[in-house]
């Protein structure tokens, strides 16, 4: 059985769009030639691909199955021409990343102006997703490498690099707590606070024991790290979290960051995902190394001012 490349982009291309006279405007084809390529691959593998209705299509069993065989085909097919434009010495690829907000914001702008200035011909796809969504999509091959606080373990997933982050209380400039070196959670027992939902951004110990101090205190819940930043520039309260993705706020002094030294309280972790067992593209491989270094240079200089605080 030979399965043309041709009908799997048309087959991919209408799951993507819904319908088959979508994909037909989105590939500059006749929708006409769509149905027949479709029809074609009904035929060979001899069972139903889409149920077909009036508002468009929609997957069956069986299209589901070939529908994540034909992802993994692209990306198989992505990272053959990312090798070979290596070896022709065109440094050309595309690398897909998926962070979350914070993260893209200010960790890794400065790193991926710098790659493309080296490497003209490299692209980015990037998808914006909260800590679990980015492990997920990394285990589903949906992108090369991902960018998490604190992530959940996956069979499929391998840390490549990490590096520990402050965990504190975020504050406006006049807060009576913002010239504070330090804080314990004690110093916040009667403060009212913002909270992260669990899962978003925040280190899961540090979470838990909020949520105990904050069932009297707490004003607001989000799943937005950029409402919380924008709830405590108001005044609203205070929020307990990491620095990443506030960098602005705190170097132009809206917000102060104090750090929690609390023994109960952990360091964050910021870590580089990969789907276990996948070598991946030239780019990504390169890309991957110098993120590595920046979290490796990120750790070091958080244990370091976390142990200067932490002495007497």
Not at 7 to 35: D, H, K, W
Not at 64 to 76: F, K, S
Not at 126 to 138: L, S
Not at 223 to 235: E, I, K
């Amino acid at each position: 059985m030979h399965v043309h490349l041709s009908a799997l982009r048309y087959f991919r291309e209408t799951v993507r769009c819904g319908s088959m006279r979508q994909a037909a405007e989105s590939l500059r084809v006749a929708p006409s030639a769509i149905n027949r390529q479709i029809l074609k691959l009904e035929d060979q593998l001899q069972c139903r691909l889409f149920e077909r209705m009036a508002d468009g299509v929609r997957l069956t069993g069986a299209g589901e199955v070939l529908y994540r065989h034909a992802r993994e085909i692209d990306q198989l097919l992505d990272r053959a021409l990312s090798e070979l434009d290596d070896l022709r010495g065109l440094r050309r690829g595309r690398v897909g990343l998926a962070s979350e907000d914070g993260i893209i914001r200010d960790v890794l702008p400065p790193l991926l102006a710098a790659f493309h200035q080296e490497f003209p011909r490299v692209s980015f796809g990037i998808d914006v997703m909260t800590g679990p969504a980015v492990v997920q999509a990394v285990a589903e091959g949906q992108c090369d490498l991902g960018l998490a606080m604190h992530p959940q373990r996956h069979p499929d997933v391998t840390v490549l690099g990490e590096a520990a982050v402050p965990i504190g209380a975020v504050m406006r400039p006049e807060h009576p707590l913002a010239t504070r070196a330090a804080l314990r959670l004690s110093d916040l027992a009667t403060e009212p606070v913002v909270m992260l939902k669990h899962g978003i951004g925040a280190q899961p110990d540090a979470h838990g024991l909020v949520r105990r101090w904050a069932q009297r205190t707490e004003v607001a819940e989000t799943n937005s790290p950029g409402a919380v930043a924008a709830l405590v520039r108001a005044g609203l309260a205070l929020a307990m979290r990491s620095p990443i993705g506030i960098r602005a706020e705190l170097a132009t002094g809206e917000l102060v960051f104090v750090p929690l030294v609390d023994p109960q309280v952990k360091a964050g972790r910021l870590a580089l995902l990969a789907r276990r067992e996948r070598a991946l593209p030239v780019a990504a491989a390169v890309l991957a190394e110098r993120v590595k270094a920046l979290l490796a240079e990120t750790d070091r200089e958080t244990r370091a001012a976390m142990d200067a605080r932490m002495r007497p």
